[in-house]
């Protein structure tokens, strides 16, 4: 899409000037042409592209950037500030090049007449589906600053329920990290030592550590084999996971594994619900919000879930009815959102569904990060105590060691 300066002049003889995107300057005329304007003047904005140009490398826009965005822009929307006038103004003062670039090309096509919403879903990869669905309510209903504070919101939430996750987990993956490195290094510096004083003795060796010294061994004379065949595993796991099948089979081990299978079959309940929550208090349609809950849902099964539901919702069916027979829904949720539906107060009860899951989840959390620093210590003192107790079996018979 190429930026364009235009001067115009209606029926009326009043004339106007603005920009406007479009693939060509052809486009660009139809466009005006089409509201039945005279074209004074219309030639690309070389200034715009050549501060593009200058500008360098973009940025990648993250998430912690659209919440940036929404909360700057719901506070001035809400002030009465145009929205035309605001992004410009987000524009002006971020230097984040990316943000700068995305957010003065959704200007720029609000001002061309373009709705909102139809100028994020440029970029819906950035924004997802639930921001632009929740900006075409607003449309209808003319509450865009306190629909940008709620997906503000949400999208604080959310990204408290993922740092949440990833820090039980972080600690985990440091411990096993250093673990392997420990006994990589045991096996590569310090039984070979232990080797020669053996061999030197001519005594036999228990089976721990003969097992023990040929590891050792296989590593310290096959290391480029091992590094070519642990190379080749971690690629093929890599295509294999981003595969369909490979990412079925994590998302089955994710809400199956012991421990912490049930934090993450929490967290996949609690961003569900809290997306539908959110939908349905902000007017958006119920099959709709199944569909962008089943999207964000993060795991393929509860993505079925939700996909199911909302095929059932099409014929007819009622929400709680399909959740009944998930088994994936704890029956305790279903019967209260089921109640919500007979009292026709379903946002309210699946917002206070979604803040209950969203409790049980940080109590699953914290209860994962405790329940996991005592395994993993007991991992380590195994793997390094059974790695001593094997290179000092021989010492405790020295005296028939020494006696050949």
């Not at 504070?149 to 329920?161: K, P």
């Not at 919000?289 to 795991?299: K, M, P, Q, T, Y």
Request: charged share 20%; hydrophobic share 45%.
């Amino acid at each position: 899409m190429t930026r364009f300066q235009y001067q115009v002049r209606d029926g009326s003889g009043r004339t106007d000037a603005g920009v406007l995107t479009a693939e060509s300057i052809d486009d660009a005329s139809r466009m005006l042409r089409k509201d039945g304007k005279i074209i004074l003047g219309l030639r690309e904005d070389h200034a715009k592209a050549a501060a593009a140009a200058t500008a360098g490398p973009r940025k990648a826009v993250k998430r912690e950037d659209v919440i940036f965005l929404c909360t700057q822009l719901a506070v001035m929307v809400d002030t009465g500030v145009p929205l035309s006038e605001a992004l410009d103004s987000i524009a002006d003062q971020t230097l984040h090049t990316g943000m700068k670039a995305m957010v003065s090309d959704i200007s720029d096509m609000v001002k061309s007449g373009t709705e909102f919403s139809v100028a994020l879903e440029k970029y819906q990869k950035t924004f997802g589906r639930l921001f632009i669905a929740m900006m075409k309510a607003s449309e209808a209903s003319g509450t865009m600053g306190s629909m940008l504070q709620r997906v503000s919101e949400y999208l604080q939430q959310e990204r408290e329920t993922i740092n949440r996750i990833k820090g039980a987990m972080t600690y985990p993956i440091c411990m096993l990290s250093f673990c392997i490195l420990v006994v990589v290094s045991l096996l590569v510096f310090v039984l070979p030592r232990f080797e020669k004083i053996y061999e030197g003795k001519g005594a036999a060796l228990p089976l721990p550590t003969q097992i023990l010294l040929s590891m050792s061994k296989g590593v310290v004379n096959y290391w480029p084999y091992i590094l070519v065949c642990l190379a080749g595993v971690v690629v093929g796991a890599y295509y294999y996971f981003r595969s369909p099948a490979g990412r079925m089979m994590l998302d089955l081990a994710r809400i199956n594994l012991p421990i912490i299978g049930p934090m993450y079959r929490k967290a996949y309940l609690a961003r569900s619900l809290r997306t539908m929550a959110t939908m349905i208090t902000t007017g958006v349609s119920m099959l709709e919000g199944l569909e962008i809950s089943a999207r964000v849902a993060g795991n393929y099964f509860y993505t079925k879930v939700w996909t199911d539901v909302a095929d059932r919702v099409k014929e007819g069916s009622t929400l709680s009815e399909q959740l009944f027979q998930c088994k994936l829904i704890p029956r305790t949720v279903t019967q209260m959102i089921s109640a919500g539906e007979k009292t026709g107060k379903l946002g309210t009860v699946m917002n206070r569904v979604a803040s209950f899951c969203e409790e049980d989840l940080s109590i699953a959390v914290k209860t994962v990060t405790n329940m996991i620093e005592p395994i993993m210590i007991i991992v380590m003192g195994a793997l390094v105590g059974g790695i001593a107790m094997a290179l000092l079996l021989p010492i405790f018979s020295i005296s028939k060691v020494v006696a050949h």
